[in-house]
């Protein structure tokens, strides 16, 4: 069973920086898809970035440009480095790992079998 754990999070400045890792352990492969969530209060899931088994990365809108996913093949850990926040950004940023559905877009929750905790971030204006 694959687990994942996110780090990173915290309170920042609207304008500032934060960068979020979720480390992978037990059967996460790295050739699983990774990706990033956040939920806002009283607001749904919301994809993020997803990094494809073979590296393709696929980015949302609202983040597009301010944010950039990575992974570490080697260790398997996905990397969330995130510029110019600003208060829409706010919320608990998971990771999810292993595409469950090929259907499914990239960056819907439904697509991913494992998930992590989340990690709270928080930008104030």
């Known amino acids: 069973q694959g687990q994942l754990e996110e780090s990173g999070g915290g309170s920042v400045q609207a304008g500032g920086s934060l960068r979020l890792t979720c480390k992978s352990y037990g059967g996460t492969r790295s050739t699983y898809s990774m990706a990033w969530f956040r939920q806002a209060p009283g607001k749904e899931h919301e994809g993020i970035a997803a990094?494809?088994?073979?590296?393709?990365?696929t980015y949302a809108e609202s983040v597009k440009g301010r944010f950039v996913a990575s992974k570490d093949y080697t260790t398997n850990t996905l990397f969330l480095e995130m510029n110019r926040l600003n208060a829409e950004d706010s919320g608990k940023y998971s990771c999810?790992?292993?595409?469950?559905?090929?259907?499914?877009?990239?960056?819907?929750?439904?697509?991913?079998?494992?998930w992590g905790w989340g990690t709270q971030v928080t930008v104030s204006s």
């Open positions: 999810a790992a292993q595409r469950v559905s090929t259907t499914a877009p990239v960056l819907a929750p439904e697509s991913y079998r494992h």
């Open positions: 990094v494809g088994g073979s590296g393709p990365t």
